[in-house]
């Protein structure tokens, strides 16, 4: 677990939690992570347990101590707030490679790798089989540095299953959109460093309407994680004024090409459709 974030070790341990370890996972998840800065005995009467019962849940999550464990949720939370100010600009070349540009690929390609590692096979899994199913509605929404990978993400699903809606940037178009959750529509949501307010409050009003959250968000995890029932975090940290979303993007096209496979009896019919209406535009524009 070393190098994960506290909400990625609460993640990690999907079925292993006893029922009092949900109720502190829950708690500290749905006020991440201030509950958890709080004394002990504040964080068990706000997760409504004992206060042994959390310091076993801190235990399990992989700390030796409860000041470990608040030392990494304040560690976590610098982390988050940094601005691109506040990261350096200038860095050498790394030492072996040629330029900047070889040694920025080959960084490229270790987030991708460490992105195998945050997230469980089951949940990818999980995401892409309710995507397949098809069932119900799907709704799409990205914040300022990550709307186009939802777009892209879109663009791909309409081919493959019907009922993609992308949620509109703007506040009131988007509520009124909202209008029309249902109780198990699938909202996928992306989330990276410097948080959005706006995805939260999409999230929570989502949530409110019972419906499916899948948050794909970085490795510090956006807030909208309190109501995801999935969460896919990807490494984006570059070292550099500016993170990277290549990991996020290459994540996106794993669950385009397995949600394809696993819809493809539905899926080609779809694409055949698709591309026999566009083969009959361009013979009647001709």
């Known amino acids: ?24 996972a829950r708690g500290l998840l749905g006020n991440y992570p201030l509950l958890g800065l709080a004394p002990v005995a504040e964080f068990a009467s706000g997760a409504d347990v004992s206060a042994a019962t959390v310091v076993r849940f801190v235990a399990q999550l992989g700390f030796k101590s409860y000041p470990d464990f608040q030392r990494a ?8 707030s940094k601005s691109p100010l506040e990261r350096p600009a200038l860095l050498p070349v790394p030492e072996g490679e040629d330029s900047f540009l070889a040694g920025f690929l080959n960084q490229a390609a270790q987030r991708i790798s460490a992105t195998l590692h945050l997230i469980p096979d089951w949940e990818f899994e999980s995401v892409c089989q ?7 509605h799907c709704y799409l929404a990205g914040g300022r540095f990550t709307d186009y990978l939802a777009g892209y993400l879109e663009a ?20 009124d959109q909202m209008i029309d959750v249902r109780p198990g529509d699938l909202a996928i949501l992306f989330d ?5 307010d706006a995805l939260l409050l999409t999230a929570a009003e989502l949530a409110r309407k019972r419906a499916h959250i899948v948050l ?9 994680a309190r109501h995801a029932r999935h969460v896919l975090p990807c490494q984006t940290e570059t070292g550099r004024t500016w993170d990277a979303n290549g990991a996020v993007l290459a994540l996106v096209e794993a669950m385009i090409a397995r949600t394809t496979e696993l819809a493809w009896p539905s899926a080609s019919k779809r694409i055949g459709a698709l591309e026999g209406q566009a083969l009959r535009t361009i013979e009647t524009r001709e």
């Open 130 to 136: 309710k995507l397949a199913e098809g069932k119900g």
């Open 1 to 24: 677990m070393e190098g994960k974030t506290v909400a990625s070790r609460i993640h990690d341990l999907h079925g292993e939690l006893t029922g009092a370890g949900r109720k502190v």
């Open 73 to 80: 949720l304040r560690e976590e939370l610098e982390e988050r």
């Open 216 to 224: 794909i968000t970085d490795e510090w995890l956006s807030p909208v």
């Open 192 to 196: 990276v460093r410097r948080y959005d």
């Open 156 to 175: 791909h699903l309409r081919l493959v299953r019907p009922a993609i809606s992308r949620l509109d940037g703007r506040m009131a178009t988007r509520a």
